[in-house]
């Protein structure tokens, strides 16, 4: 019966339920978390390990809201094909507890169990969760054999939860005694799109977009910011990874802009509008040495606008508006050298002045020092010289013209 259900609710609102993800109308992009490969190069990690008869139990804030839900999953970079005992979907409450009444088995297909092949990703079946705008889901995952290294997100300034067994409806946290800052096979949430308008804004970036020195589970990184300015209206979704660059791949850094964009950002349901803020790390990693963000070679302005123009066509071919963001400050960070400044001034020049983007939000303007252009405004410095504080992810956020998007 419930297979039955969920078609005909499909039928009714427009909707294909595939076993990939599509920009199909019907559903909408609330959230998503850029798939890479987890490492312990920063310490360690559940994911390099995987997963055995353990419950991975992740907590979201969704931008938009809808009357159904439907849940991503990434097995990007599994070597083996990923088995999901179950899954579920819910609405959080403190922790890993959720609230009882809440709780929908994830089906795939129909059925409970799934799996997920080698270098692929799956989206469920759609679920029966009325969701509001920037309320919190939590999503479940039942992992009964072994898994194998786990594709996720290293950095996810977010609490997860673990617990052995089988624990995937509890509504309790009393199972849940381990935590990691790391999410795990979850790439996606998306809501029905009663009306479709193709309005969803992608957030593109690295750790300063991903949310680094924000406060860990406060949702104040920069597009959560924005997505509460523009509640009910577009939903904004983060496709950050931590040490990105523009240019190359990196084993800890996750895949090269270039590459991984036309899944990450142009593959999100209803995608209208990217914000592309991106380059700071081709800059500084040259002058960086650590192992896993080789190769690190010295990037030049050229070059870089090079990559921001093959961006720009991938969007424009597929109907998408790109809105450049300009380099943010870093005078007194790891990596900062006066030949580096150099190379993001004359960047930022270009952002601001070549005309090839569809819009153009200033970023540094927003959060430089006056006393010191180079540099972050100390009371929106999170301490490193290079990532924002919230209240300078809020001043981000407020940098932004909404009718650009």
């Not at 998408?320 to 005078?331: C, D, E, N, S």
């Not at 070549?354 to 939000?361: K, Y």
């Amino acid at each position: 019966m419930k297979k039955i259900a969920a078609v005909l609710l499909a039928a009714v609102l427009g909707a294909v339920l595939t076993p990939v993800a599509s920009a199909h109308p019907g559903w909408a992009a609330t959230w998503t978390a850029s798939p890479q490969e987890l490492t312990d190069a920063f310490g360690p990690n559940w994911g390099s390990q995987g997963f055995d008869n353990h419950t991975v139990r992740q907590v979201v804030r969704i931008s938009g809201g809808g009357p159904a839900v439907r849940v991503r999953l990434s097995n990007a970079h599994g070597s083996t094909p990923l088995r999901v005992a179950g899954a579920t979907v819910a609405r959080s409450a403190e922790g890993a507890a959720v609230r009882p009444g809440s709780v929908r088995h994830l089906t795939f297909g129909g059925h409970r169990s799934t799996t997920v092949r080698t270098g692929g990703e799956l989206v469920s079946d759609v679920a029966f969760l009325p969701v509001e705008p920037l309320q919190r889901v939590t999503v479940t995952l039942y992992l009964a054999g072994k898994t194998g290294p786990a594709t996720g997100h290293l950095f996810a300034d977010a609490t997860s939860y673990r617990a052995s067994g089988d624990h995937r409806a509890d509504t309790s946290a009393a199972a849940f005694g381990e935590q990691s800052e790391s999410w795990f096979y979850l790439s996606g949430v998306e809501t029905v799109d009663r009306t479709p308008r193709r309005d969803v804004v992608v957030a593109f970036g690295d750790s300063i977009t991903e949310g680094a020195g924000s406060t860990v589970d406060g949702d104040n990184r920069y597009p959560d910011e924005l997505a509460e300015r523009l509640r009910g209206t577009k939903n904004v979704v983060n496709a950050g990874i931590g040490g990105n660059r523009v240019l190359n791949d990196s084993a800890c850094f996750g895949e090269k802009g270039t590459a991984r964009f036309a899944r990450d950002a142009l593959g999100q349901p209803d995608v209208r509008t990217v914000i592309l803020l991106e380059g700071i790390n081709d800059i500084g990693f040259s002058n960086f040495p650590i192992d896993c963000a080789k190769p690190d070679p010295v990037v030049t302005a050229a070059e870089l606008v090079a990559g921001y123009r093959t961006l720009i066509r991938q969007a424009h071919a597929k109907g998408v508006r790109v809105v450049g963001a300009t380099l943010l400050p870093y005078k007194g960070a790891l990596y900062y050298t006066e030949a580096g400044e150099a190379v993001r001034d004359e960047v930022n020049t270009w952002i601001r002045t070549s005309g090839e983007f569809d819009a153009v939000v200033d970023f540094d303007r927003a959060t430089a020092d006056p006393a010191d252009p180079d540099a972050l405004l100390p009371a929106y410095d999170s301490g490193d010289k290079l990532h924002p504080n919230d209240a300078g992810y809020r001043a981000m956020a407020h940098a932004i013209d909404l009718s650009v998007l």
